[in-house]
């Protein structure tokens, strides 16, 4: 049997978390068989957010233990995040067409765009 991911690399928090939004937001709507699939993966690889214990030591946990302790975190939550992401960012840096908001922007309508970017 292969050696789990999370004992080959550390995993991000940050990269741990996405995958058990992108679980979570997939387990409430029409890829519901893509979300199983998905969540055997997590579990298997450990890749989900660990626990960590009152002395400071980390545990593992299933998705359904981790869905229970964060109740807070709604179906939708990765979309929500999404869609406030562009509004904040054009505060920042404003896109280059005005009302365009997509995900996949590229170049000035890029969400990925930075203030020390020159673009052509």
Same mark, same amino acid.
């Given at each position: 049997?292969?050696?789990?991911?999370?004992?080959q690399r550390p995993v991000p928090l940050?990269? %741990?978390?996405?995958?058990?939004?992108?679980?979570r937001y997939l387990?409430? +709507? %029409?890829?519901? /068989?893509?979300?199983?699939?998905?969540?055997? *993966?997590?579990?298997?690889?450990?890749?989900?957010?660990? /626990?960590?214990?009152?002395?400071?030591?980390?545990?593992? /946990?299933?998705?359904?233990?981790?869905?229970?302790?964060?109740?807070?975190?709604?179906? *939708?939550?990765?979309?929500?995040?999404?869609?406030?992401?562009?509004?904040?960012? *054009?505060?920042?840096?404003?896109? +280059?067409? %005005? /009302?365009?908001?997509?995900?996949?922007?590229?170049?000035?309508?890029?969400?990925?765009?930075?203030?020390?970017?020159?673009?052509?």
């Open positions: 049997m292969a050696e789990p991911l999370s004992a940050a990269e %741990s978390e996405l995958y058990f939004l992108i679980a387990s409430a +709507g %029409s890829c519901r /068989r893509a979300a199983q699939v998905l969540v055997q *993966d997590l579990e298997q690889c450990q890749l989900l957010p660990k /626990r960590l214990d009152w002395e400071g030591n980390e545990h593992s /946990r299933s998705y359904q233990e981790l869905v229970l302790s964060s109740k807070h975190v709604a179906p *939708d939550h990765l979309l929500q995040v999404c869609q406030r992401i562009g509004p904040i960012l *054009d505060k920042e840096i404003p896109a +280059g067409i %005005s /009302r365009v908001a997509s995900l996949f922007g590229a170049g000035r309508q890029s969400l990925l765009l930075t203030a020390k970017v020159n673009l052509i």
